[in-house]
């Protein structure tokens, strides 16, 4: 594959380190090396313990933590962008570990985390298991909201059950240390990774932060401090220097990257012309396990319909949002909308989506290279549509529109442009089952990587015998890690019981959205996908919104409940959402 597809090439220098005290480094993985044995001996009910003072730490600094990321990436507090600063931060965090300590729960009661179900049969000799809603809070709160793990083909209900939680099956052959190298984008990713090495994979961990968000790291601490003062974890900071002697220490057994697959490639295979060779050849500089999420150009299909006014609006704020979220500096941001060229509605959808984007302000453009990447993409697209106003240095919202199918080695369909930009295609197809099926094999054969992607599809089409079957065959063939129907992709991450992670099956020299998974509660060994089904139109309408302008009030109280759920809360937090 060529290595122009994929992420953005990293800035040359721009994260190596001004200073370089190996000191550090080797103190933090000696001191959690050295607990690395006793981790493994901890019992699920100590982990479980843990974990709840994880959450009531967490909970005690929240405010001033979502109040540093507020001001690294220049939110309004109290703005919708602020609530979602919290949802995608603190409480995607704190609903992870408290589905985790259920799971060591049910690990010291029933020796294996007990999932919801049910479980479906799938096309492909697969079975799906059902992990959300998991409880009448779930259902309550995530009104019409469902999501499944499908397993790899040949895996049955009982192989599931007796693989679950492998590293508390033979505790000891786990034992080691996990690096993690954390993302600079968003403000949980790095303590969810650091909660899937110790309560999934069983290691101790050194999480080193990104550059671009390491002024997190005394927040971190605090929240983590369970973690820390036993010597399970350390956080520490720098550049790739810093990566770079961390990745080759002996003591450390594999390693976790959140970022580009450029990032993976300079790890495993090295750098220069050496690195492009042992690429090429797959001979790996780095023999050590290295797992990865490392972004996508995800799709959202839209499968045509006769939609009401309402659907439009509805459906415009959703993929509004889609784009917006965190400035579009996510792996998970919508990169390419692909439409039928014969949808009638397709002008009418495209000037509410313009009408909605032009309603959000612009976000400041805090990722470095965004500039750049931006620049890259006008290049060959000189004509875009711009939305919404900023103050200097923000980025408008932009969309390419009817970007040729045809020219397979456009940018857009190639390169995860990781700015406030997306684009559009149109595909041919004699009915919009047609289409379906077209779009399942441009996503899975031109489209690059296999992170994530979302379909929309309004419930008359669905129902329809023809488009409804179509659209199920797709949800099956479709090779991505996480999919959403009719709802976005992001929430298989946000649950938390989902699997998060690309498709399986890249080899080392073609790693694409990368291998491995997070999430994944309930530890399921062999996951293949996560499905994520929602209403196509919700009411009312999610907090998570860019549009809704009681979403601080909500995201503050939805954050309240997952740290302690109680019946006394959810009049509040209903109000709040009405």
């Not at 933590?65 to 600063?85: I, Q, V």
């Not at 932060?209 to 002024?215: G, H, K, R, T």
């Not at 684009?423 to 992170?451: H, I, K, M, Q, Y």
Request: aromatic share 10%; net charge negative.
């Amino acid at each position: 594959m060529s290595d122009r597809r994929g992420a953005a090439a990293p800035l040359s220098g721009a994260q190596d380190d001004a200073e370089f005290d190996e000191a550090i480094y080797e103190e933090a993985v000696s001191e959690v090396a050295a607990h690395a044995v006793g981790w493994s001996r901890t019992s699920p009910k100590e982990r479980a313990a843990l974990l709840a003072h994880v959450v009531n730490d967490t909970a005690a600094v929240a405010r001033e933590w979502n109040e540093a990321a507020c001001a690294a990436k220049g939110y309004d507090l109290e703005s919708p962008e602020g609530a979602e600063e919290v949802f995608s931060g603190v409480t995607t965090f704190v609903r992870m570990a408290q589905a985790l300590r259920h799971s060591m729960l049910d690990l010291e009661r029933y020796g294996r985390p007990r999932y919801p179900g049910p479980v479906r049969h799938k096309p492909g000799s697969r079975i799906a298991v059902q992990v959300t809603p998991a409880n009448v809070f779930d259902r309550l709160f995530y009104g019409g909201v469902t999501a499944e793990v499908w397993m790899e083909p040949g895996v049955t209900e009982d192989q599931v059950k007796a693989s679950q939680a492998p590293a508390y099956r033979s505790p000891g052959e786990y034992a080691g240390v996990s690096l993690v190298l954390g993302a600079g984008n968003v403000a949980s990713l790095g303590p969810r990774d650091v909660l899937s090495k110790l309560f999934a994979d069983g290691k101790v961990v050194v999480l080193k932060a990104n550059p671009v968000n390491e002024y997190l790291v005394p927040y971190w601490r605090r929240a983590l401090r369970a973690l820390i003062e036993p010597g399970y974890l350390r956080i520490v900071t720098g550049g790739a220097r810093a990566g770079r002697y961390l990745t080759a220490h002996d003591l450390i057994t594999d390693v976790h990257v959140t970022g580009s697959d450029k990032t993976y490639d300079a790890i495993v295979f090295g750098v220069g012309e050496e690195g492009a060779r042992r690429k090429r050849e797959n001979d790996p500089l780095v023999t050590k396990p290295v797992s990865g999420e490392l972004g996508n150009v995800s799709p959202v299909v839209i499968v045509p319909g006769e939609w009401t006014a309402k659907e439009i609006r509805y459906q415009a704020e959703h993929v509004a949002t889609m784009m917006a979220n965190n400035a579009g500096f996510n792996c998970l941001t919508p990169r390419v909308i692909i439409t039928w060229s014969q949808w009638t509605q397709r002008e009418e959808f495209f000037a509410a989506l313009g009408e909605v984007l032009s309603s959000l302000p612009a976000r400041r453009a805090y990722y470095p290279g965004a500039a750049e990447r931006r620049a890259g993409f006008f290049a060959s697209h000189p004509e875009v549509d711009e939305y919404g106003e900023g103050a200097e240095g923000t980025t408008p919202w932009t969309l390419v529109r009817n970007v040729d199918a045809s020219n397979l080695e456009d940018a857009a369909f190639n390169v995860e442009a990781f700015c406030a930009l997306t684009a559009e295609t149109a595909l041919e197809g004699s009915s919009p089952a047609d289409f379906l099926r077209r779009a399942t094999v441009f996503c899975n054969e031109v489209v690059w990587g296999t992170l994530s992607m979302t379909l929309l599809c309004d419930p008359r089409s669905m129902s329809d015998r023809e488009t409804g079957a179509a659209l199920e065959e797709a949800v099956a063939n479709l090779r991505y890690g996480s999919i959403g129907v009719n709802i976005w992709h992001a929430l298989s991450f946000a649950l938390g019981t989902p699997s998060w992670g690309a498709y399986p099956g890249h080899p080392l020299n073609d790693i694409q959205s990368g291998r491995g998974v997070v999430g994944n509660a309930y530890l399921f060994d062999r996951p293949q996908k996560s499905v994520v089904r929602g209403p196509f139109v919700a009411r009312p309408a999610p907090a998570w919104f860019a549009t809704n302008p009681h979403a601080i009030e909500v995201a503050t109280r939805v954050l309240d409940f997952e740290v302690r759920p109680s019946w006394l809360k959810v009049p509040g937090l209903v109000r709040a959402a009405l």
